[in-house]
């Protein structure tokens, strides 16, 4: 089982400005790279507090290259959405060369009304345009002189370049969160598996899973499958050390989640069937339910470390990307936490058996 970070920054200027946040995570990239971990995972959203502080995960993801030599990179995730297929297929494969072939691109459909309403796309419908994008950015990885002709976007005998370093292409993951026909189709392609268990309890998302795996299976791809899931993660001395500094830091992470879905309290969507009233779901909770659905992971190394595995077979993952930058959490609390989790807990959880 492997362990890496997962970043989504959760902040505005007056809470911690953008120089800080991203000082702040590089420190917590190469601290990960030096640890063993295996991914650094970077969210594309925009606008608001929720994630608005990176409109390109690739851009960032080519900062981290930089400063660091074994880490994989992950687009956790890129919104194919609002991307004309050429630019993203570009993009990443000039990641993939500045990293050495390091680089793995996760797609997620968006979701937030803002974000669509500022691009000027359609909700409805864009189910569409998302898997016929990520099908056009597969193609333009691995043939010469495509030509598409789409609802969204045309183009004749085009060849991108630079051609991904991975071949045939970097590793593909698709984030899905509680269609199951969204982690079918995932299986079906023979894709990765990004899961984020927020506001599904894990007994529901095991099952989600295993549609997926089914599903993948059925379809006969001969690599193996993938799941990973991402989750917030506090590491202190006690379990009393944890609470106290972890939970206004969740406190902070749901207040600002629930702002950016306030819009989907009027927003209706074929394609979004559940989504209206997201934001009444996730006031709701506070840090301790939060903690005690498994959507969180609070403690000391020994709890830590206890409730990582308890979780991992819940879900039956592969791995697990750790979300340490929550809260707009200050940068020495992230780095010991996160020193904290590679120097007490991921040795425990190395020794245990698969």
């Known amino acids: 089982m492997f362990h890496g970070l997962s970043l989504l920054p959760d902040c505005v200027p007056e809470t911690k400005a953008p120089d800080d946040y991203f000082r702040d995570v590089l420190l917590l990239s190469r601290l990960a790279d030096q640890g063993g971990m295996s991914h650094v995972k970077m969210t594309e959203h925009y606008l608001g507090g929720y994630g608005g502080y990176c409109p390109s995960p690739l851009a960032f993801l080519s900062a981290v290259a930089a400063a660091t030599s ?48 500022a691009f000027q796309v359609q909700m409805d419908g864009s189910r569409e345009r998302f898997t016929t994008t990520v099908d056009t950015v597969l193609r333009l990885w691995t043939e010469e002189r ?36 969204s982690f079918a189709w995932i299986g079906e392609r023979g894709f990765n598996l990004l899961v984020t268990p927020a506001l599904t309890p894990l007994s529901e998302m095991s099952d989600h899973i295993a549609v997926y795996r089914e599903a993948f299976a059925e379809s006969g791809h001969r690599h193996p499958s993938r799941v990973v899931a991402s989750l917030p993660l506090y590491v202190g001395d006690t379990d009393e050390d944890a609470r106290r500094i972890a939970d206004p830091l969740l406190r902070t992470y749901l207040d600002v989640w629930a702002e950016a879905t306030d819009t989907w309290v009027a927003t209706a969507s074929d394609d979004y069937r559940g989504y209206t009233g997201m934001s009444r779901a996730i006031r709701a909770l506070d840090p301790v339910s939060f903690r005690s659905m498994g959507s969180a992971v609070v403690g000391s190394p020994t709890t830590v470390s206890e409730r990582v595995q308890e979780i991992a077979g819940m879900l039956g993952v592969d791995g697990f990307l750790w979300q340490m930058d929550f809260g707009a959490v200050p940068g020495d609390l992230a780095v010991a936490s996160l020193e904290r989790f590679l120097d007490k807990v991921l040795p425990s959880l190395s020794a245990v058996p698969a």
């Open 146 to 181: 495509v030509s598409v002709r789409t609802p969204f976007f045309e183009f004749r005998d085009v060849t991108i370049l630079p051609r991904p370093t991975q071949r045939p292409h970097p590793p593909v993951w698709v984030a899905a969160v509680r269609s199951r026909s």
């Open 70 to 117: 074994r880490i994989r990179l992950m687009t956790g995730c890129v919104l194919p959405v609002f991307h004309h297929p050429i630019r993203l297929a570009s993009e990443a494969a000039m990641v993939d060369a500045i990293s050495g072939g390091r680089l793995d691109v996760g797609f997620a459909r968006a979701y937030l009304p803002q974000e669509f309403e």
